[in-house]
Structures are given as structure tokens and as C-alpha cells.
């Protein structure tokens, strides 16, 4: 559907976009190779900023070719199985994601070509823009496709958070960070549910940011206790707080309670963003 007065993304946000997608990719792929291996439960999956910004700035680049598949009218089977698998490798090949020229990996990475050029990119160029001067949307995205946001979001914040966290525990130029695959659907879940708190309480009770952060807070605790508890049963729980102090059971800790509020007052400011996307019929060949 196309809303009125709405522009395409803007740049800005494609990169963040792009980050995190490439944040999901790393942490999908590494922790299926690492339970291939060693069969580990928790399914730890890793990446770092650096790699999050260099997904960014490499998609970019990927964009512009995607849109150059209009030349391709005809013969469009030339350019999604041939054309632009090539230039996706050869990209991944100089930035150093390709080392070893194995047909696994080749056979990989040629499948994620095919992805991003018959799904992700059309995906995100038929996303829309309502800027601060318009009305934001009262549904915005689908909720799957919001869950789906805040379950690769969640990746992105454990990465980060991990990666800083261990610059001062063990100095790592690479930041490399990690998180689990678990994750996922345990931020997804939490997130999308703190984000109907927000728009019941913010909009129907007319509750500001600092009265619903304890109800934020509150849930954000309970949601990652019970998450904790199952996933233990079965070993796959990838967090262990029993060395920290201020923790229960060793599955939650206050002194991550700082942390829990930045992101709990800036999922609201997600929220707000996701309400103003909309999803058009076309795709925009017209990007900033």
C-alpha cells in the first residue's frame, strides 16, 4: 500500500537497515557452522562493528547495482542467476568475506546473491518513508515484519554490548562480538510486546517515558529470567551472571539495569521510526 505525502527511505536509515541485516547474516552463518562442529546448544553466532559497518557501506554499493537490473528487461534471468551473483562474489571477495575459494562456500555465497537479489533488496526498495511533517501510519509494518526488525535488532545490541564489554575485560582491536540464535525470538518476542505497552500507554493512557519504564523494566527482567530457565534445561543457555554480583540465580543481574534502560527508552524511539514506515507496490529507482 502506498501512503500519502511519503518519500522513499532515507539513506540514513537504508545503512542502518543494511548494518543490521549484515549483523543477522554473520551471526546466522557462524553460529550454524559452529553447531555443525561441535554440536553446541546455545548456538553462539558472531560478528563485530566493524563488520556492521562494512555490511552497511558494501550494500550500499549492492543497491546501486541491484537497480541497474532495468537494463535488464529482457533478459531479466541474465541478471539475477549471473550477473549480479558475479559482482555480489566479487564484492565479498575483496572485502575479504570470501578467503578460500571452496565450492561450499562459493555454493553460499552464491545462494546469498540470489537472495539478496530476488528478495531483500525489492523488499526494502518498496519501503516508505512518512517524514515528522506527515501523520505517522496507525499500523506502520505488518507485525511479523516488526518482530522480525526487533529480533535482528536484538542481534545488533548483543554484538555491540558484547564487543565493548570485552574490550575491557580482554583488549580486542577485532570488537569481536557474539550472541545467540536463541536471541532472536527473545528479542523479538520482548520487544514487540514492550512496544504495545508503549503505544497503549503512551497514546490511550497518555503515560510519559519515565512511568512506563518501570512497567518496561519490570517485563524486560521477567522476559529474560524465563528465557533463561527454559533454555538451561537444555543447555543452551548462552548467559551466565553468577559471577556478577547483584544476579539472581545467575540468570539476571542489576548491574546490566543501566543498560536495560537505554534500550528500553530507545525502543521507543524505534517504535516511533517503524510507525512512519509503509509498504508500496513499487520499488524506488530513485534513491538519494
Known amino acids: 500500500m502506498s501512503g500519502g505525502g511519503g518519500r522513499r527511505l532515507p539513506r540514513w536509515m537504508r545503512l542502518y537497515f543494511y548494518g543490521m541485516h549484515g549483523v543477522t547474516l554473520d551471526v546466522v552463518l557462524s553460529s550454524v557452522r559452529g553447531f555443525l562442529d ?5 548456538l553462539l553466532g558472531f560478528s563485530s562493528p566493524y563488520r556492521c559497518a562494512l555490511h552497511s557501506l558494501t550494500h550500499l554499493l549492492l543497491e546501486k547495482i541491484y537497480l541497474q537490473k532495468r537494463r535488464f528487461r529482457r533478459r531479466p534471468l541474465l541478471f539475477h542467476l ?12 575483496l572485502v575479504g568475506d570470501v578467503r578460500a575459494a571452496s565450492g561450499a562456500q562459493l555454493a553460499v555465497q552464491y ?13 526494502l526498495l518498496r519501503l516508505q518513508y512518512q517524514g515528522p511533517g506527515t501523520k505517522a501510519s496507525p499500523q ?5 515484519l516488526r518482530f ?7 542481534f545488533l545490541d548483543e554484538v ?13 582491536r577485532t570488537l569481536r562480538g ?19 505497552l508503549y503505544l497503549y500507554l503512551h497514546f490511550e493512557r497518555g503515560w510519559g517515558a519515565w512511568r512506563r519504564l518501570p512497567l518496561y523494566i519490570g517485563f524486560v527482567y521477567t522476559w529474560e529470567f524465563c528465557w533463561g530457565l527454559v533454555l538451561r534445561q537444555y543447555r543452551a543457555c548462552s548467559w551466565d551472571y553468577s559471577h556478577y554480583p547483584l544476579n539472581f540465580m545467575g540468570l539476571v543481574t542489576l548491574l546490566y539495569l543501566p543498560g536495560w534502560v537505554c534500550l528500553s527508552l530507545y525502543q521507543d524511539v524505534l517504535s516511533n521510526v517503524l510507525l512512519r514506515v509503509t509498504c508500496t507496490k513499487e520499488e524506488a529507482v530513485d534513491l538519494a
Do not use: N
Open 82 to 93: 549471473v550477473l549480479y551473483p558475479a559482482l555480489y562474489v566479487a564484492l565479498q571477495t
Open 38 to 42: 561441535d554440536g553446541d546448544p546455545r
Open 178 to 196: 557474539h550472541t545467540s540464535l536463541w536471541s532472536f525470538p527473545m528479542y523479538g518476542s520482548c520487544s514487540f510486546v514492550v512496544e504495545k
Open 111 to 123: 545462494v546469498l546473491a540470489l537472495y539478496f537479489a530476488s528478495i531483500f533488496h525489492g523488499g
Open 140 to 144: 506502520g509494518l505488518p507485525g511479523p
Open 148 to 154: 522480525a526488525f526487533f529480533g535482528m535488532h536484538g
Open 160 to 172: 555491540l554490548f558484547t564487543s565493548a564489554f570485552g574490550l575491557f575485560e580482554r583488549p580486542d
